[in-house]
């Protein structure tokens, strides 16, 4: 693991330098502007800053306006372009399934002699608190409820299920599973690769426009390269302000429920406090921005973790255990015998506009938010990631988190249909109150609910500043020419500007506005990530051909002459690692 963080995410010297990293002149930031503490690239970073307030000043002041703009964009999207999303993401399962099974699964980040940074525990305790923390935290137990109530059109045809019946809990998990599993992970994943594998395997610039180097080259560093990172940015900002919106919403009705069951007391709930709590968080996101990745992100990411397996755990012993595992076990059954149905389920062939209405509201909205979300995401994870192979990076980041991911909607979302089968009113709560009371509603069916509600609103709140932090720092990468390594106080700044975006769009359009940023920045985007799989392709191929060429193996034949090195083969052909110790093969 990496001593400080100078030394993170530092490029492969020696023979990945020599033999792989293109023959250019130019380095990640050789033309940013340095000064006042800053050092930022001279286009993407004034052109974001303009844009964005653009946007942020005219949803402010267009008003109602501006909400109507917000729902005809939206209802458009899905209309128009929701079979695009749908294929799209299936493209981005088949493509990194591909590139982990392949030959190319073999190929390690940063190189042969690259290592790992982070133990695999802080790698995934990162890269799952980047993810979806916050969203899972908002919708586990209300997105089951709403399809526990109102059948997904999927399974909703002749013999299906009853709402509000125990035969309506599968397809309600069923479904959730679906928005939360595979899919949105594949995103990351090829996000990730594409951005660690240009970074550092080619020593590129750790920006999107470095992906792209097969079909541009030197055009990277001009105007092409300007408009693939500005629309980064924008779907990095707006994805990770809608993630920000939920969270802080969840926060203010946390607060008030512990008020209201230790202190028979109120907190207010609505824009102008969480606004303030926007403030407050925002504030303790600088402070761990300040820390570093070492002593803010990962700490507070282990945290995360270990808050998470806390309640996961007091959910399964003090809730409904046998009901919660059967409802894995089941659920996960009906998610995986319908997984092809429907991933590529469009409604087309569905009666009335329920089924269309369905998938612009949750299924296309995940993945437009999804897809928003992966440059933030995705950079993070690459950040992170040097020195572990292609295959163990596309497995750790699609099976793991998904897997997680179902245990925790089981458990949270089985115990609210167990509650709600047994009589409770948590459908009545979320109908009048929306979706934010629907965890603490479920927990208070339960021992210590008022303890458990501190530690979930303790948790939205970490998640949250982690959240902020790593955006940061990824918007931090993009708007300073790619480089690893930048001035503390530009992170504080953009932790700042999210805070400040994400308090103002509440203020002038809601959730709405918000929900209607992420899904179209994540339009444009998604063709960029559909663009992306083939210039991943290529990157890879090239990697593989350098492995096999003769040059390399006279160069790793030079090494084990001049010193005490350990090399390991795959298939006592092509070299996937040098280090000290005894040569191996892996066959």
């Given at each position: 693991?990496?001593?400080?963080?100078?030394?993170?995410?530092?490029?492969?010297?020696?023979?990945?330098?020599?033999?792989?990293?293109?023959?250019?002149?130019?380095?990640?930031?050789?033309?940013?502007?340095?000064?006042?503490?800053?050092?930022?690239?001279?286009?993407?970073?004034?052109?974001?800053?303009?844009?964005?307030?653009?946007?942020?000043?005219?949803?402010?002041?267009?008003?109602?306006?501006?909400?109507?703009?917000?729902?005809?964009?939206?209802?458009?999207?899905?209309?128009?372009?929701?079979?695009?999303?749908?294929?799209?993401?299936?493209?981005?399962?088949?493509?990194?399934?591909?590139?982990?099974?392949?030959?190319?699964?073999?190929?390690?980040?940063?190189?042969?002699?690259a290592e790992t940074e982070f133990s695999t525990f802080s790698w995934m305790a990162m890269l799952f608190s980047a993810g979806m923390g916050i969203g899972l935290m908002f919708f586990s137990v209300a997105e089951p409820m709403y399809f526990f109530d109102d059948i997904p059109p999927f399974f909703a045809g002749a013999g299906s299920a009853q709402a509000n019946t125990a035969a309506a809990a599968g397809p309600a998990l069923a479904q959730t599973f679906f928005h939360w599993g595979i899919h949105p992970?594949?995103?990351?994943?090829?996000?990730?690769?594409?951005?660690?594998?240009?970074?550092?395997?080619?020593?590129?610039?750790?920006?999107?426009?470095?992906?792209?180097?097969?079909?541009?080259?030197?055009?990277?560093?001009?105007?092409?390269?300007?408009?693939?990172?500005?629309?980064?940015?924008?779907?990095?900002?707006?994805?990770?302000?809608?993630?920000?919106?939920?969270?802080?919403?969840?926060?203010?009705?946390?607060?008030?429920?512990?008020?209201?069951?230790?202190?028979?007391?109120?907190?207010?709930?609505?824009?102008?406090?969480?606004?303030?709590?926007?403030?407050?968080?925002?504030?303790?996101?600088?402070?761990?921005?300040?820390?570093?990745?070492?002593?803010?992100?990962?700490?507070?990411?282990?945290?995360?973790?270990?808050?998470?397996?806390?309640?996961?755990?007091?959910l399964l012993v003090v809730g409904p255990t046998i009901y919660i595992l059967d409802a894995l076990v089941g659920g996960l059954g009906t998610y995986l015998v319908n997984l092809p149905g429907l991933s590529l389920f469009t409604a087309a062939f569905a009666a009335g506009e329920g089924a269309k209405e369905f998938l612009g509201s949750w299924t296309i909205f995940y993945w437009g938010w999804w897809i928003s979300w992966s440059?933030?995401?995705?950079?993070?994870?690459?950040?992170?990631?040097?020195?572990?192979?292609?295959?163990?990076?596309?497995?750790?980041?699609?099976?793991?988190?998904?897997?997680?991911?179902?245990?925790?909607?089981?458990?949270?979302?089985?115990?609210?249909?167990?509650?709600?089968?047994?009589?409770?009113?948590?459908?009545?709560?979320?109908?009048?109150?929306?979706?934010?009371?629907?965890?603490?509603?479920?927990?208070?069916?339960?021992?210590?609910?008022?303890?458990?509600?501190?530690?979930?609103t303790v948790l939205v709140i970490t998640f949250f500043v982690t959240s902020s932090d790593s955006g940061s720092l990824v918007v931090d990468h993009l708007t300073s020419g790619g480089k690893h390594d930048v001035p503390k106080i530009q992170r504080v700044f953009w932790a700042l500007t999210e805070g400040g975006v994400a308090a103002l769009l509440l203020l002038g359009g809601g959730l709405d506005a918000l929900q209607t940023a992420a899904v179209s920045t994540g339009l444009p985007f998604a063709v960029i990530l559909l663009v992306m799989c083939y210039t991943v392709y290529l990157g890879l191929r090239n990697e593989y051909d350098i492995l096999e060429s003769e040059e390399f193996a006279d160069h790793i034949e030079e090494i084990t002459d001049r010193e005490e090195v350990a090399v390991t083969s795959s298939g006592g052909d092509v070299v996937t690692d040098i280090s000290e110790g005894e040569t191996t093969s892996d066959d």
């Amino acid at each position: 693991m990496a001593d400080s963080e100078e030394t993170t995410g530092e490029m492969s010297e020696g023979l990945q330098v020599e033999l792989f990293h293109p023959d250019s002149d130019r380095e990640p930031g050789d033309t940013n502007y340095q000064g006042f503490g800053f050092d930022i690239h001279p286009v993407v970073f004034p052109v974001a800053l303009a844009l964005i307030a653009l946007f942020v000043a005219a949803t402010i002041l267009l008003g109602d306006q501006a909400a109507t703009v917000y729902t005809n964009v939206f209802n458009a999207i899905n209309k128009y372009f929701g079979w695009f999303y749908i294929l799209a993401a299936n493209v981005f399962i088949v493509t990194v399934l591909y590139f982990a099974v392949s030959k190319y699964g073999q190929i390690r980040i940063g190189g042969v002699e690259a290592e790992t940074e982070f133990s695999t525990f802080s790698w995934m305790a990162m890269l799952f608190s980047a993810g979806m923390g916050i969203g899972l935290m908002f919708f586990s137990v209300a997105e089951p409820m709403y399809f526990f109530d109102d059948i997904p059109p999927f399974f909703a045809g002749a013999g299906s299920a009853q709402a509000n019946t125990a035969a309506a809990a599968g397809p309600a998990l069923a479904q959730t599973f679906f928005h939360w599993g595979i899919h949105p992970w594949a995103v990351y994943a090829l996000v990730g690769l594409g951005l660690a594998f240009f970074s550092f395997n080619r020593g590129l610039p750790l920006t999107f426009r470095s992906i792209f180097w097969p079909l541009l080259g030197e055009r990277i560093y001009g105007w092409p390269g300007h408009v693939i990172d500005l629309v980064t940015v924008f779907a990095t900002l707006f994805g990770l302000s809608t993630s920000l919106g939920l969270g802080v919403a969840q926060v203010n009705t946390g607060l008030d429920v512990v008020a209201g069951q230790l202190f028979g007391a109120s907190v207010p709930v609505g824009t102008w406090p969480q606004v303030a709590l926007i403030a407050g968080i925002t504030l303790v996101a600088t402070a761990s921005v300040a820390a570093g990745l070492e002593g803010g992100v990962k700490r507070l990411s282990t945290l995360n973790l270990y808050l998470m397996f806390a309640m996961l755990g007091f959910l399964l012993v003090v809730g409904p255990t046998i009901y919660i595992l059967d409802a894995l076990v089941g659920g996960l059954g009906t998610y995986l015998v319908n997984l092809p149905g429907l991933s590529l389920f469009t409604a087309a062939f569905a009666a009335g506009e329920g089924a269309k209405e369905f998938l612009g509201s949750w299924t296309i909205f995940y993945w437009g938010w999804w897809i928003s979300w992966s440059p933030f995401v995705g950079m993070f994870i690459a950040r992170i990631s040097k020195g572990r192979t292609i295959r163990e990076f596309v497995f750790g980041v699609l099976v793991l988190p998904s897997l997680f991911s179902f245990v925790w909607l089981a458990t949270f979302g089985g115990s609210a249909l167990s509650a709600q089968l047994g009589g409770a009113g948590i459908l009545a709560a979320l109908s009048n109150q929306g979706q934010t009371i629907a965890m603490f509603s479920m927990l208070s069916q339960y021992p210590l609910g008022a303890l458990s509600s501190i530690i979930a609103t303790v948790l939205v709140i970490t998640f949250f500043v982690t959240s902020s932090d790593s955006g940061s720092l990824v918007v931090d990468h993009l708007t300073s020419g790619g480089k690893h390594d930048v001035p503390k106080i530009q992170r504080v700044f953009w932790a700042l500007t999210e805070g400040g975006v994400a308090a103002l769009l509440l203020l002038g359009g809601g959730l709405d506005a918000l929900q209607t940023a992420a899904v179209s920045t994540g339009l444009p985007f998604a063709v960029i990530l559909l663009v992306m799989c083939y210039t991943v392709y290529l990157g890879l191929r090239n990697e593989y051909d350098i492995l096999e060429s003769e040059e390399f193996a006279d160069h790793i034949e030079e090494i084990t002459d001049r010193e005490e090195v350990a090399v390991t083969s795959s298939g006592g052909d092509v070299v996937t690692d040098i280090s000290e110790g005894e040569t191996t093969s892996d066959d």
